[in-house]
């Protein structure tokens, strides 16, 4: 269009200009390529990929050419070529888009679609193997996560298992220190009544002694008063130097020095036999035929047991208001003999004892503050629904003796007393245990009832239950319901002594420590049926039962084996030492003499393989069939001291 003479500029201008247009599209390409590498650096990371400008998804599969197939897969683009199959033709041909030839002769079409199936093969070969290699490395990942867990919940596993072994050594010595220290009270509460009773022997020696001095003194005092005497008399007889003679003088009273004589005061009108110190006043034993009228306020204490009381008037404590503990015992009360709120007066009354007299009915009208009830060996035939109404105070409260059964004794009559902790009702006619116990009962007696059986719901309310006492009764294994006790969580206590068991009951509490079943009809113990136990059964008594060879079984003892601190066995017809006692590692006295054991096998008590400490402190063997010969000495490897097996005498054949 224009000619090169008349162009407005030289041509080093249009050069330059041309120059200038090309160095400003490059640098657009440039910063467009900068732009492309962020991205696909920040998709990267993503897993998404960038090739030649474009982005691809995670798991993405493209072909750019033909024969060439791409993946990507966390953010890395990965290619592979396709191999193409080898042809077996004279005219191969490669079509347009293609990446492998293929043949021209007749039967083309089907050499094409071999050729286009064996390609996309190709591609989902590739496919597949990226997959397989995607899969491949999960799975370690996997595998490697799954090992690390697996390690941590081992060393979770074998921290609990440390710490539960600690816990239950920790356990161990502290019931260890806790026997210790009983056996050390007990030991101080017996060298304390030794020196009790040794301070008394002298004491009443020292009495007796200075009785005999005082008397002896005395005589000698009188017999030195008569010889002064007599000689006054003779010295009188001869200076008067006649045959008359005075009348002999009255013998004087020899005086004892610092010796004052002793006042009784007669306080508050007390009749013949009483006696009064500080603030008690003691009546036993004084034939008493009536109250006695005091009037001694300060008196905190009056004791009347023994006597012949028939009656209480109602006026009977106006003049003793402040008492705090009034015993009753083995008298002649009767219901209709106290008088009408005779007690009630007794503001500070803590203490009533009416132990073996002949009421009917609990007394009317007792003080609130009263913390312990004694109305034993009476004849109390019913308890209503306010026999204790008003008693939330009562602790422990004694019914033994009496005529009293389910039938007569209200289920609501316990509710009142809301801190009662300790019942006795035994040698009544109870066929059950009564219903409505106190929530807040930690002890019960029932000793010598009729009891036949244990429902599922008597001790539903009794949650805080420590101590059951249910000897000679009528009870069997097949009378206690499952769940009739197996759940309280604080019964470590239960005596079954003199019922009419032939195995050891199951599903007995889980906290259970002591168990009592001697004098039944006990063949056997089943196996693992102190299972279930925690911490353990400590102590188990089993004598005069009917256990022989085969009532014991292997699994008998399972789940006390560390814990069982005191077995009795004694007293049954076993014809070997049962299997379980070796592996008891905590057990301190066994008693199986009075069986019919013939030998002592080495591993049978003590275990041989144990290096730790001697545990057992006494074995009594005696009144079997061994021959003390023939024991081994490994056989009492577990035993302190020698002298703590008791092996004779031996029964002969």
């Not at 990267?44 to 990929?49: D, F, I, P, Y």
Request: glycine content about 6%; proline content about 6%.
């Amino acid at each position: 269009m224009f000619q090169t003479g008349h162009l407005p500029f030289g041509g080093a201008t249009i050069i330059i200009f041309f120059l200038d247009i090309f160095k400003k599209e490059l640098q657009s390409k440039i910063q467009n390529i900068n732009l492309q590498l962020y991205k696909s650096e920040n998709q990267s990371v993503q897993g998404q990929c960038v090739y030649q400008g474009l982005t691809m998804f995670d798991q993405a599969v493209w072909s750019p050419k033909p024969c060439v197939t791409c993946l990507c897969t966390g953010g890395r683009v990965v290619c592979d070529e396709i191999t193409c199959p080898i042809t077996h033709c004279h005219f191969p041909f490669t079509p347009t888009g293609e990446c492998c030839p293929v043949c021209m002769e007749p039967g083309r079409k089907h050499n094409m679609w071999a050729r286009h199936g064996a390609t996309s093969r190709g591609n989902i070969d590739i496919q597949r193997k990226l997959v397989e290699e995607r899969r491949k490395a999960e799975q370690k990942a996997l595998r490697l996560e799954l090992e690390k867990e697996d390690e941590e919940r081992r060393k979770q596993i074998e921290e609990i298992e440390r710490r539960r072994q600690e816990e239950k050594e920790d356990r161990r010595q502290r019931q260890a220190a806790e026997r210790e220290a009983r056996e050390y009270e007990k030991r101080l509460e017996e060298e304390r009544r030794r020196q009790e009773e040794m301070l008394r022997k002298e004491l009443l020696a020292l009495e007796e002694d200075e009785e005999e001095y005082l008397e002896e003194q005395q005589e000698e005092r009188l017999e030195d008063v008569e010889e002064r005497q007599e000689k006054e008399d003779e010295e009188e007889v001869w200076l008067r130097g006649d045959v008359f003679q005075m009348p002999p003088k009255e013998p004087e009273e020899p005086k004892e020095p610092n010796v004052f004589p002793v006042v009784v005061v007669n306080r508050g009108g007390l009749p013949p036999g009483c006696d009064i110190s500080d603030v008690t006043v003691t009546c036993d034993n004084a034939k008493l035929m009536y109250f006695p009228p005091l009037s001694i306020p300060e008196l905190k204490s009056l004791s009347l047991e023994g006597n012949n009381i028939s009656s209480i008037p109602a006026e009977a404590f106006n003049g003793i208001p402040n008492l705090e503990w009034v015993n009753l015992k083995k008298n002649k009360l009767t219901s209709a003999g106290i008088g009408v709120k005779a007690f009630k007066g007794l503001k500070m009354l803590r203490r009533l004892y009416l132990d073996g007299n002949l009421l009917e009915v609990v007394p009317a009208d007792l003080p609130p503050p009263l913390q312990e009830l004694k109305i034993s060996e009476n004849r109390l035939r019913r308890i209503d629904e306010n026999s204790f109404h008003d008693l939330s105070s009562l602790v422990i409260l004694e019914l033994e003796g009496n005529l009293l059964s389910e039938g007569n004794v209200d289920p609501l009559a316990f509710a009142p007393l809301i801190q009662l902790s300790y019942l006795r009702l035994g040698r009544n006619h109870f066929r059950t245990i009564p219903q409505g116990l106190p929530k807040s009962l930690l002890e019960l007696y029932l000793e010598n009832n009729l009891i036949e059986e244990i429902s599922e719901t008597v001790f539903n309310q009794s949650q805080n239950l420590n101590v059951v006492s249910l000897r000679h009764n009528r009870l069997d294994e097949t009378r206690i319901a499952p769940l009739a006790w197996i759940n309280r969580r604080n019964l470590e206590s239960i005596d079954l002594s003199h019922n009419q068991f032939y195995l050891v009951p199951s599903y007995l509490p889980r906290s259970l420590v002591h168990l009592v079943l001697v004098g039944n009809n006990i063949e056997r113990i089943p196996g693992y049926v102190f299972a279930h136990m925690e911490p353990g059964l400590e102590y188990l008594y089993l004598s005069y039962n009917k256990l022989d060879g085969e009532g014991v079984e292997p699994e008998s003892f399972f789940g006390s084996y560390s814990s069982m601190v005191e077995l009795c066995l004694d007293n049954n017809q076993l014809i070997t030492v049962p299997s379980g006692i070796n592996e008891m590692t905590n057990l301190h006295f066994l008693r199986l003499n009075n069986n019919k054991i013939r030998s002592i096998p080495d591993d049978s008590i003590c275990d041989p393989d144990h290096r730790g400490d001697a545990t057992l402190v006494a074995l009594r063997l005696e009144n079997n069939y061994i021959d003390p010969q023939k024991v081994s000495r490994t056989a009492f490897s577990c035993i302190r001291a020698s002298s703590s097996v008791i092996l004779k005498p031996q029964k002969t054949k």
